[in-house]
């Protein structure tokens, strides 16, 4: 009996391998015979970003049970800090190794400040994560637009106020420009790094799920008094899944910065609506279930891009389509049908 | 049977999966002028096929329709769209009628990549956009890549052109403030400069730090220079203090007019009547709704285009404007106007076909767009180089009985 549960894991997880696998290769077949279009090679990075931002965010909030409302501060966070370092090394690098850098340096960044909110707001009981978070994702963008970093042979200039107040050699580059951003960030992010990034976030996620660790986590969410009792350390699990979720928004806001060449920190792409937006990917996606987050987080990414052709309607059918499939998968009535569904098919198979 | 059942779903899964990306391409696929340059042949052959078919140019158009920017967006679509009608009306680029596309972008760089994907699905040959600077930054770097000609009506930020496929009808924001400044103390209008600038903003922000390093070299000082971000813009009591307290003459004020608005306002509650300074974005106070307009009185702004000016060519414009959308057109609206007029002069002077690929239109019209002379809404014998700097001279206008006066 034991066998057979770990066998349905592995499997489950192997399924979910294959489908990344399977959606690469068919969007290389479609590249290779140039049966796909422009918007969809556009799009192609995007898609791997917001997988990324919903499997890790579902760590936190489905494998974790604790709720973040600030995943787009991480993914912030991370974006600045590869661009940053990608653009004070453009040139003095080989651009392969200086994007595998940036990346590591953006999933650090965003780590250590997941372990610095974690550290005091983990410790408590109830919603304060979310509330916590969701003042982080806010200030860190505030923060970013009054930042202005300049660098000239002298070294780096810092101000808060305006690039004048920076004192800049006349030759000297003015890095981060408030709310200007970062502008002129090479363009390396790649539909295939894409890929292989988003096999590293599943490979941790799905490992750690199923590790020793991932069951101590898994069991803080389900009863953190029982958790307790059997001697479980609370704060360091629940610490290590929220810095890990953070650290993989971090590599996913890397991407995000590398794949466009202007970064600015506007409420539209780090702001309170991406973050609830990639909860809307998660929870849609079904809450601890990381396949769905990977489905869900595709869907409704390209959906409204599909139905431009709708144009200013767009949005509205968007929303709509979000409530239906909302109503449709979670509804209680939803679940029984589907539930009845399955026995019904169960019957059929049992009288054969 | 389980075991079955697992296949089967990893099957039907991809093959969902497959179909959703498979869809879209084959949608489109009568249309690819796509792809970068190693298909770009292939591409060419495809987009003659259809254009000359169609037998039309097809320009394609980038801005927010929706979301809180949708006010620019939606002026630079109804111009263009204008403008566009005008054109066909009369004929056409060398006889050859046009296609006008608009697609929406949210005011989101990421979005207008999008768009701007979109539009080369469906066959654009040139972009007239995008609206907004950071947009257009992002936006740049694809239509370089691809080659394809862009002419931004309003993406002022000094990147948007950076590239020599790219030309904008608007002032850069740098060139804004300096002029600024130097028609501040050319004239010598005020001895003590108070600024009030959105430092979450890339117009204000850009036109400020020009407008302070200018004001250097210039005979008047500034006292007090205050910020407010996008967050916090309804109450600017802190900011007017200051520049009160420091006994500023005149307020320059490099933002858009809903805040001035709030800001005017609040400087006749407090009792302080400096001059107040503006630039194009102040252009449009007047339509404020309950808003007094009288506070506006002798407001100062240094604009490319006033709705009111006298000449046939405004007049002309701002009555049709009015007819089919019914309000007043802003400078937005008058730069993406100017923008088809200069496609239009490019392209004839250029003499390209429509059966001509992307890359081909686009080296033509690099090189026409350094040789035409437009006179336009925002200009009169506005030249472009290959920076893609537009020069024009600004026009000052103040505003006198609540109408604008050329100064």
Redesign the interface.
């Known amino acids: 009996m034991k066998k057979m549960k770990i066998a349905k894991t592995t499997?489950n997880n192997l399924?979910t391998y294959?489908?990344v696998l399977?959606?690469y290769l068919?969007?290389q077949v479609?590249l290779a015979t140039?049966?796909?279009?422009?918007?969809?090679?556009?799009?192609l990075v995007?898609l791997c970003i917001y997988v990324m931002l919903a499997i890790s965010l579902n760590l936190t909030v489905g494998i974790l049970g604790e709720l973040s409302l600030g995943h787009a501060g991480f993914m912030c966070v991370g974006a600045f800090s590869g661009a940053f370092f990608s653009k004070c090394m453009d040139g003095a690098m080989p651009d392969g190794l200086r994007f595998f850098a940036a990346l590591l340096i953006g999933a650090a960044v965003a780590g250590i400040f997941g372990i610095l909110i974690g550290i005091p707001v983990l410790r408590l009981k109830g919603d304060y994560l979310a509330i916590v978070t969701l003042a982080f994702g806010e200030i860190i963008k505030?923060l970013v637009?009054?930042l202005y970093i300049g660098k000239d042979k002298n070294g780096f200039h810092f101000s808060m106020k305006?690039?004048?107040s920076l004192h800049l050699d006349p030759e000297g580059q003015v890095i981060i420009n408030?709310?200007?951003?970062i502008?002129?960030t090479p363009?390396d992010a790649s539909f295939t790094i894409g890929i292989i990034l988003i096999f590293i976030s599943l490979l941790i996620i799905l490992n750690l799920i199923n590790s020793r660790d991932g069951r101590a986590i898994m069991s803080i969410r389900d009863n953190r008094i029982a958790a307790e009792s059997i001697g479980i350390n609370i704060t360091k699990y629940k610490l290590m899944a929220f810095s890990i979720s953070a650290s993989i928004a971090g590599v996913a806001g890397v991407l995000?910065a590398h794949n466009?060449?202007?970064l600015?920190a506007?409420?539209?792409?780090f702001g309170y609506n991406m973050s609830i937006m990639i909860l809307v990917f998660v929870v849609l996606g079904g809450i601890g279930n990381i396949r769905g987050s990977i489905?869900s987080a595709?869907?409704l990414t390209?959906l409204p891009?599909?139905l431009?052709g709708l144009?200013?309607y767009r949005?509205l059918i968007y929303a709509i389509v979000l409530i239906a499939m909302m109503l449709l998968n979670w509804s209680p009535k939803a679940i029984e049908w589907k539930e009845g569904l399955k026995r019904y098919s169960k019957k059929e198979?049992g009288v054969k | 049977?389980k075991k079955f059942n697992?296949v089967m779903?990893?099957v039907m899964?991809?093959a969902m999966?497959?179909a959703?990306?498979?869809g879209?391409?084959?949608?489109?696929?009568g249309t690819?002028t796509?792809?970068s340059a190693p298909?770009a042949e292939e591409a060419a052959s495809e987009t003659g096929g259809d254009t000359a078919a169609a037998g039309a140019f097809k320009i394609g158009g980038i801005g927010p329709?929706?979301?809180s920017a949708a006010v620019y967006g939606l002026a630079v679509q109804n111009a263009a769209q204008l403008a566009v009608d005008e054109i066909n009306a009369a004929g056409g680029i060398n006889g050859v009628p046009i296609e006008f596309k608009f697609?929406?972008d949210?005011?989101?760089?990421?979005k207008s990549?999008?768009?701007?994907?979109?539009l080369?699905?469906w066959g654009m040959q040139m972009l007239m956009g995008t609206v907004t600077s950071?947009c257009s930054?992002?936006v740049?770097?694809?239509t370089a890549e691809d080659n394809m000609f862009q002419l931004t009506p309003s993406g002022s930020?000094v990147?948007c052109v950076k590239y020599d496929n790219a030309f904008r009808v608007c002032f850069s924001d740098p060139n804004q403030g300096a002029a600024s400044a130097l028609y501040i103390g050319e004239n010598a209008i005020a001895s003590k400069v108070a600024v009030i600038y959105?430092?979450?903003?890339?117009y204000s922000?850009?036109i400020?730090?020009k407008f302070?390093?200018e004001a250097a070299n210039q005979p008047f000082e500034i006292v007090s220079?205050e910020?407010f971000?996008?967050?916090n813009k309804t109450d600017f009591s802190v900011q007017l203090q200051k520049a009160k307290d420091a006994g500023a003459e005149l307020v320059f004020l490099p933002i858009y007019y809903t805040e001035a608005s709030l800001i005017l306002s609040q400087a006749s509650t407090m009792g302080y009547s400096p001059i107040f300074f503006g630039c194009d974005g102040l252009d449009g106070i007047l339509n404020v709704e309950n808003f007094d307009t009288s506070l506006a009185e002798g407001v100062m702004l240094l604009t490319p285009f006033a709705a009111d000016a006298e000449d046939e060519l405004t007049q002309n414009f701002v009555t049709t404007y009015k007819e089919k959308f019914g309000d007043t057109p802003n400078q937005f609206a008058a730069d993406a106007y100017d923008a088809i007029y200069a496609i239009k002069a490019a392209g004839e002077k250029a003499g390209i076909t429509p059966d001509m690929d992307m890359n081909a239109i686009c080296e033509a019209m690099k090189g026409a767009m350094t040789e035409i002379t437009l006179d336009g809404l925002t200009g009169v014998g506005m030249t472009w180089d290959a920076s893609g700097e537009p020069d024009k001279a600004p026009k000052a206008v103040q505003i006198k009985d609540g109408v604008y006066t050329a100064m």
């Open positions: 499997k399924i294959l489908i399977f959606a068919a969007v479609l140039g049966n796909i279009s422009s918007l969809m090679k556009g799009l995007p505030n637009n009054v305006d690039s004048i408030g709310a200007q951003g502008t002129g363009h995000y466009l060449s202007t600015t506007l409420p539209k792409n489905i595709v869907i390209l891009e599909l431009r144009s200013d949005m198979k | 049977m697992k779903s990893v899964a991809s999966t497959a959703l990306f498979a879209c391409g084959n949608a489109d696929a690819q796509a792809d298909a329709t929706t979301g697609e929406d949210e005011c989101d760089a990421e990549v999008n768009a701007y994907n979109t080369k699905d950071g930054i992002a740049a770097e694809n930020a990147d959105d430092s979450s903003d890339i922000s850009g400020y730090e302070t390093s220079a910020a971000t996008a967050d």
